[in-house]
């Protein structure tokens, strides 16, 4: 299993590499979010670790870089952090878990065990990250544009029916209304 971890403080850096380098085949290095960005693209982690403030391309901003990217690859990505408050817009970014500084490393290593367990599933059962839907007007989000489902499936014809249970409640409510 691959991982890269990217972070700015050459000595955090090292440290989390030394932590962390009998849980995985390969650990990449990057000191800013570009680097991680070219490294993630060549070699298509499977976790990335990375710091939320950095030169360049901050980590919240690497997070949706990487998700933004064609394809069905999936990567487990941790934020960490000094800034608590960095959290909702962490979470709201589509990153999958996050650590404040100091890093304690027992709290880490819980949270490298679970990004391992997800990770190595996704690709065994070949799970796809999930298709944003706007609840209210239900458009799918394809990469930076909503579009209708009719627009997002643009190769496929459709035709409008009920399903069973729809079907079953509407005539229902037509029933108690006459």
């Not at 939320?52 to 990505?77: K, T, V």
């Not at 014809?157 to 108690?176: M, T």
């Amino acid at each position: 299993m691959k991982t890269l971890i990217v972070e700015d403080d050459p000595k955090l850096r090292r440290t989390l590499v030394l932590a962390l380098k009998d849980q995985f085949d390969q650990i990449y290095e990057a000191s800013n979010g570009l680097e991680g960005l070219e490294i993630y693209r060549a070699k298509q982690c499977e976790i990335v670790l990375a710091d939320c403030e950095m030169p360049g391309l901050n980590g919240i901003d690497l997070c949706r870089a990487i998700r933004s990217e064609p394809g069905n690859h999936y990567c487990y990505f941790i934020m960490v952090t000094g800034h608590g408050e960095t959290y909702r817009e962490a979470m709201r970014s589509e990153i999958d878990d996050f650590i404040e500084k100091p890093v304690k490393f027992d709290r880490l290593m819980d949270r490298i065990t679970v990004a391992k367990r997800l990770a190595t599933r996704t690709a065994a059962q070949g799970v796809r990250p999930a298709v944003s839907i706007c609840c209210t007007c239900r458009k799918l989000r394809r990469e930076d544009a909503w579009l209708q489902l009719e627009e997002y499936f643009n190769d496929r014809r459709f035709s409008h029916g009920y399903c069973p249970d729809c079907l079953a409640s509407l005539l229902e409510v037509v029933r108690l209304e006459t």
